[in-house]
């Protein structure tokens, strides 16, 4: 009996000795980052920096991999089924959590096969324009679409996406008109597509159009939210044009449900620290980005209130046909 006690309590040991170096050893291969959208676009951007500076800290290699589709929900999909090992982890955006989830795209995809693991940035919505348009502020772009109704062309990224959502919310606001084009995969089409003139205007955020920003190639005229971005102040907020409209995408990091707590708090130390760098810090100064830490004690509760005020907002607004699910 002795024996065999003996054999038990020496057997949890080498178990617990196993996870405990097992813990010690990770990272020991390149862990893969997922983005669910197309490269060059803001997301890419923000997740990209932020993965390089985590990197230092984590003591392996990172590398962004970009599978645009579906909305977020191609990329996404994938990361729900990885191997819950930590070396899967992927971006979250709006749609990821709350277009895709609310349209029921997917019967496979269920948001409780992820582990949230922290929000780092959260972005309103802006409209933009060339540089040579002759909309000065949003008030001349309402009154030429009351003037031309369907005329104006705007661009979007996706159908039944956020930005799809909220040039319907602005519609129904200005009561105006306008044709709807999309863009799917990201800013970037979006970006050729306003440089080109095929559109009037696109709706995104400024982070999303940074360096045309800057260059001066383009311009905001509005932002949803009630406060001036700290980079591009010249750009007017929805509560001083007298908007009610407040809509904008965030950035979530997540990796599969059932990654071992310890690994998860790992990953989570090092996105923090990279976050709150100077090198982040500066960097997202300049390009128009709003740093806004949760970790994973709160994100989820987030997340979870989020999507069911969304969701409600949404469904109100199949009721009085200006959405269609």
């Given at each position: 009996?002795?024996?065999?006690?003996?054999?038990?309590?020496?057997?949890?040991?080498?178990?617990?000795?196993?996870?405990?170096?097992?813990?010690?050893?990770?990272?020991?291969?390149?862990?893969?980052?997922?983005?669910?959208?197309?490269?060059?676009?803001?997301?890419?951007?923000?997740?990209?920096?932020?993965?390089?500076?985590?990197?230092?800290d984590?003591?392996?290699?990172?590398?962004?991999?970009?599978?645009?589709?579906?909305?977020?929900?191609?990329?996404?999909?994938?990361?729900?089924q990885?191997?819950?090992?930590?070396?899967?982890?992927?971006?979250?955006?709006?749609?990821?959590v709350?277009?895709i989830?609310?349209?029921?795209?997917?019967?496979t995809?269920?948001?409780d096969?992820?582990?949230?693991?922290?929000?780092?940035?959260?972005?309103?919505?802006?409209?933009i324009?060339d540089?040579?348009?002759?909309?000065k502020?949003?008030?001349?772009?309402?009154?030429?679409?009351k003037?031309?109704?369907?005329?104006?062309?705007?661009?979007?990224?996706?159908?039944?996406?956020?930005?799809?959502?909220?040039?319907?919310?602005?519609?129904?606001?200005?009561?105006?008109?306008?044709?709807?084009?999309?863009y799917?995969?990201?800013?970037?089409?979006?970006?050729?597509?306003?440089?080109?003139?095929?559109?009037?205007?696109?709706?995104?955020?400024?982070?999303?159009?940074?360096p045309?920003?800057?260059?001066?190639?383009?311009?905001?005229?509005?932002?949803?939210?009630d406060?001036?971005?700290?980079t591009?102040?010249?750009?007017?907020?929805?509560?001083?044009?007298?908007?009610?409209?407040?809509?904008?995408?965030?950035?979530?990091?997540?990796?599969?449900?059932?990654?071992?707590?310890?690994?998860?708090?790992?990953i989570?130390?090092?996105?923090?620290?990279?976050?709150?760098?100077?090198?982040?810090?500066?960097w997202?100064?300049?390009?128009g980005?709003?740093?806004?830490?949760?970790?994973s004690?709160q994100?989820?509760?987030?997340?979870?209130?989020t999507?069911?005020?969304?969701?409600?907002?949404?469904?109100?607004?199949?009721?009085?046909?200006?959405?269609?699910?």
């Amino acid at each position: 009996m002795y024996r065999k006690f003996a054999a038990i309590l020496a057997a949890a040991c080498v178990g617990i000795f196993t996870s405990t170096a097992a813990l010690a050893e990770y990272p020991d291969r390149d862990i893969r980052v997922i983005v669910p959208w197309g490269a060059g676009g803001g997301t890419d951007a923000i997740v990209r920096k932020l993965t390089t500076i985590a990197e230092k800290d984590i003591g392996g290699s990172m590398y962004v991999e970009n599978i645009d589709g579906g909305i977020s929900a191609t990329g996404i999909s994938q990361l729900m089924q990885a191997r819950p090992d930590g070396y899967t982890i992927g971006a979250l955006t709006y749609d990821s959590v709350v277009t895709i989830p609310w349209q029921g795209m997917l019967p496979t995809y269920k948001m409780d096969k992820l582990k949230l693991i922290a929000r780092v940035t959260s972005e309103p919505d802006a409209i933009i324009v060339d540089a040579t348009s002759p909309y000065k502020t949003i008030g001349d772009l309402v009154a030429d679409a009351k003037a031309n109704p369907g005329k104006v062309k705007i661009g979007i990224q996706n159908i039944g996406s956020r930005l799809h959502l909220a040039i319907l919310q602005l519609q129904d606001e200005t009561g105006v008109e306008f044709k709807i084009i999309a863009y799917p995969g990201g800013a970037a089409p979006q970006k050729e597509a306003i440089l080109s003139n095929e559109v009037d205007v696109v709706a995104t955020s400024l982070g999303d159009f940074a360096p045309l920003l800057e260059n001066g190639d383009v311009r905001g005229i509005v932002e949803f939210t009630d406060t001036t971005n700290p980079t591009f102040t010249t750009v007017p907020t929805a509560k001083e044009e007298g908007l009610k409209l407040r809509i904008g995408s965030f950035i979530v990091i997540a990796a599969p449900a059932g990654t071992p707590d310890d690994v998860v708090q790992k990953i989570e130390n090092a996105y923090k620290k990279a976050l709150e760098s100077d090198e982040f810090q500066q960097w997202t100064a300049k390009v128009g980005v709003t740093p806004s830490w949760l970790g994973s004690d709160q994100v989820t509760q987030w997340a979870d209130e989020t999507s069911k005020t969304l969701f409600q907002q949404m469904d109100t607004l199949v009721e009085e046909g200006v959405l269609k699910k």
